[in-house]
């Protein structure tokens, strides 16, 4: 179980950075389209403005590049060295893996990014905890 105050709690559950006490985004499933990148402007317990400064997840890219590449590696080893398919499967299942998963590699891409910048309070999350 991954323990909550921690950066890793806050980027797999895509709560808020430093309290890591609500979901960032407006809507929790990412996979709901219309609201896969809609950030809320702030965290309603601690205050935190998600948005540090306008286009601020432009950077979130860079990583979104890196999550994908991650995702297609492991769509590879899985499809072609564990399944022994052909490199044509192999592809065709990467490009399905990266499809089916693109609202998750976005949104996870994104907490990771701000977790870059804003640190987690150890304060709010003890009270939290102890409450």
């Given at each position: 179980m991954?323990?909550?105050g921690t950066k890793l709690y806050s980027i797999l559950t895509d709560t808020c950075p430093k309290c890591n006490m609500e979901s960032m985004?407006?809507?929790?499933?990412?996979?709901?389209?219309?609201?896969?990148?809609?950030?809320?402007e702030k965290c309603s317990h601690c205050q935190t403005k998600y948005r540090l400064e306008p286009s601020f997840f432009f950077g979130s890219m860079y990583v979104s590049y890196g999550?994908?590449?991650?995702?297609?590696?492991?769509?590879?080893?899985?499809s072609y060295f564990i399944f022994s398919s052909s490199l044509n499967t192999a592809f065709i299942a990467i490009i399905a893996t990266l499809v089916v998963f693109m609202p998750f590699i976005m949104r996870i891409s994104r907490t990771i990014w701000v977790n870059i910048f804003i640190h987690v309070d150890k304060?709010?999350?003890?009270?939290?905890v102890h409450q």
């Open positions: 991954i323990k909550k985004y407006v809507n929790p499933n990412p996979y709901n389209l219309r609201d896969t990148l809609k950030v809320k999550v994908g590449i991650a995702f297609a590696v492991a769509a590879f080893i899985i304060n709010l999350v003890d009270k939290q």
